[in-house]
């Protein structure tokens, strides 16, 4: 893989405060193509964070897995896209799909693209089972992933261990992005079902989302530079 491409294949995760998440942002720049703004970030800081992050160069997903009846999240997509967001995120259920996508178009000629939650990293069977999902985890999240293609979704988050299965299910662009991907020897943290970069990219991924072992890094650039690394040795 060409270092321009792994590049722009990992998104750093800043879950952090304002002041945090500007050192690093300064500090990645020039390295790092995406970031992704989370709940922690946006409740605190609004569109600004995201148009702050646009004016330093940066590609921007805006991972606030929108859900509630199709007039909200149509109108927080539109809200989220004029922010200057590339890339939304929604929870993969029901009619809420569509009138995301209608709110991204309404927005901007260059409409984000769109990806669906199918099921949270951080949970396994166990966990599926105690909210009343009974299918196995990679059956829920191809469920939750045509439900997405049929709505007119561009994508979908799911974890590595479900990347393969799902990029023979959907079209050979759609964007799969995964968290829950550890370099060699980092902590899982809350992830349950997880992966390094280079065995997340092999098994289908279009992009990979890494936070603490970069953010949380003696050296943040040196952490995004060996995972690029990795990527430009181990994938073809």
Known sequence: MLETDARDRVIVALDCDRERALELAHELSGHAAWLKVGMTLYYAEGPEIVKTFKDLGFKVFLDLKFHDIPHQVRGAA???SLAGADLLSVHGSG???AACREGAEEAREDRAKLVAITVLTSMNQDALAEIGVESPVAEEAARLAKLAQVNGIDGIVCSP???HDMRE???PDA???TPGVRPVGAALGDQSRVATPSQAIERGASHI???RPITGADDPVAAFDAIVAELVENVA
Do not use: Q, T, Y
């Open 209 to 211: 989302v890494v936070g």
């Open 95 to 97: 009619a809420m799909l």
């Open 169 to 171: 299910l959907l079209a």
């Open 78 to 80: 539109r809200s989220a």
């Open 161 to 163: 261990m479900e990347a």
């Open 175 to 177: 964007l799969i992005v």
